[in-house]
């Protein structure tokens, strides 16, 4: 779950889908209301650059090359600068592409053949060898800038690819799912990763929504992995009526079973454990279930106030694979119309700013909460708010999870109730 501090943006903050659909000037106040109420000013800038925003670098190739082209013609004629507009194309390459490159090189050669020109000198054994010499190098820059973009365009392949796998493993979660409004915002600590070791997930059943968040210990491919394969045991049994004691150890033994098959590899494999929380929210009773296996217990935000839901007798992490383990046990909590649960991992309480003061969710919460928040904009403010804490550099994966239970009605009850698919003898064609 460690990693190395980098620099990092809220990507994945969602209600549905991969955006929380709020415009722009709605984003912005956002922001500037987080930074008002926490009194914290807007972290620095990430310093990457692309060409497309910095055009203007194009003219500092120009330049050299008129300059260089007449300081030599001014020059006497002892003294020869035309070799030095290699450095034009050389420095193109840098932030621009092949033809960009090329276009240089070729103007950088027109300015060559200017000198040679002016000095009525074109043929000379110097100037031909300094054209030659000008043509080879520019072509061999533009040859790698070529191979520089056939790479970017197989890396960007492989992480629109990678992308997607990583969607299915961690499938966005539906911003109304029976009674509740859900939002998320999910920031993994690994370069170029969208998912990691922190997990959520949720599934309705015939009586209401259970709710996962969970932590893998470890990194890495390993973590994605063993987060699979948890996800995977939850999805497929959570529909079922079971309590959740028994859905625990449903859990537990499906993760157990996994961790054992013998191509598990990598320096974490033999010592993998899952800290998670599992929650049963039923539509017609205003309590919730929790069962949390050594996770951070969530936290519930009502009438102004917010309380720590902790468990009274926590389970072991699952994955732990303890033989003869007792039944876990639920804890059950008030869970009313308009109140807000927050789940989230330990990369958010345990995120250090440069003091190495740990960023404080409940009161961060408390205070940018408002009467009716909707989860979308709360985490929102709160993600922008983790970033502010510290200065954009996570250490490792963050995610929260914020659930506001609404009234439930007829509608809404019949939209939530899980449709049975038709048999497959009932979409055989007539005959």
Known sequence: MESG??????HGTHGHGDGYGYGRARQGRRVRRVRRLTGQSRPQADTAWSWQSNRGLVLIPLALIVIITAADIASPQQIHLGPLLVVAPALTASFGGSRLTA????????????????????????????LVSLVVISAFIVLLCRVRERHSAELRQVRSVAEAAQQVVLQ??????????IAVSYQAAADQARI????????????????????VRGKGLTAVDDADLLLGAFRSAAHRQLPLPALHADLEA?????????????????????TAALLDVADDAPLVQVLNSGHPAPLRLHDGRVSVLSPRQPAPPIGVCLPQAPLARANAFPFHPGDLLLLYTDGVTEARDAT????????????????????AELVALLSEDLLLHTQGNLNDDAALVAVRREPVTDESRAEAMPRPRPYAADRLPCR
Do not use: M
Not at 122 to 128: E, K, R, V
Not at 254 to 274: H, M, N, T
């Open 5 to 10: 501090p980098r620099r990092s943006a809220p």
């Open 356 to 375: 190495g003061r740990f960023y404080p969710l409940a009161e961060r919460a408390l205070a940018l909460a408002t009467p009716g928040c909707d989860p």
């Open 172 to 181: 966005p979660l539906p911003d109304r799912i029976g009674p509740l409004r």
């Open 254 to 274: 499906a993760v157990c079973w996994g961790l054992s098959q013998p191509g598990r590899k990598g320096p974490d494999a033999e010592e993998c454990f899952i």
């Open 103 to 130: 276009a240089i090189g070729a103007l950088a050669t027109g300015g060559l053949l200017t000198i040679a020109l002016v000095r009525n000198s074109i043929s000379t054994g110097n100037h031909i060898s300094q």
């Open 196 to 215: 990691g070791g922190d997990l959520y997930a949720a599934e309705r059943s015939h009586t209401g929504t259970r709710l996962l968040i969970g932590d």
